[in-house]
């Protein structure tokens, strides 16, 4: 892993493959490895000819923890993003993001809109418009002692992925609260760029794509069948809207 510096953290990148460039951002509680090396999206981009740019987030696998809620909005994880592109020295770039990642990834094409060519934000529906969203289960889930089960269903599950990969459970914590703040909306209208919105079709928490896209100047959709928010990240359909979409 690379290194470079964001907001005064220090934040761990690697690059893979020659060509355009396409910067990918993880979802909340994941890697760079796991959401895109192990899924197999840097083989399929770097066989695209593409020039992959992933990094973990602030709070994330290799990236400095904080524990600072106040570290961890969209806008300054979106800025991490445009950060990584000046120090790579890339004036532009398309952008994908899964989860928490698709939207930084739209934050960032909202603030920065000259920056960044087309946009893929996957993993993210109509419910991320939703307002006065509940983070109080998952980040009691993620603070519990070991042992202990503490609430729903999905917040098991974020603690469960956070413990598979073997996560800095307080940073997540403070970053799932600072996230679930309503979305800035008003940024989707100053997107000048092609978005593409990605969600499957029994992906509960994302919701359908269609209404969000709908959103954007110049957005569409696609809903990957029979897939849930977990299972679409590595979906085959998903991949090849995303390299249509690219050509």
Known sequence: MDYFQSDGL??????????????????????????WVTTGWSRALV????????????????????????????????????????????????????????????????????????????????????KNKRASDVVDALLAN??????????????LFADQNRQDRRALAACFAAVRADFPDELLARIA?????????????????GPLAARIPHGASFTVPKRDHMRTVGDKAYKDAVLKFLA
């Open 193 to 209: 760029r092609p978005v593409l919105i990605v969600a499957g079709e029994t992906d509960d928490a994302a919701g359908p794509a």
């Open 47 to 130: 066989d695209a000819g593409r020039r992959v740019i992933m990094a973990d987030g602030r709070g994330h696998g290799a990236s400095e923890k904080s524990y600072d809620e106040a570290d961890y909005t969209l806008e300054a994880m979106a800025g991490d993003v445009v950060a990584l592109m000046d120090h790579l020295g890339e004036p532009g770039a398309d952008l994908m993001g899964y989860s928490m990642g698709g939207m930084v990834s739209l934050v960032a094409a909202g603030l920065w809109p000259d920056r960044f060519d087309r946009v893929i934000a996957a993993g993210v529906g109509e419910r991320l418009l939703d």
């Open 146 to 159: 070991d042992g202990v089960v503490v609430g729903g269903r999905a917040a098991q599950m974020f603690r």
């Open 10 to 35: 220090r934040l761990a990148y690697r690059v893979v493959g020659e060509g355009e460039p396409i910067m990918l951002v993880h979802g909340f509680a994941s890697t760079h490895e796991v959401n």
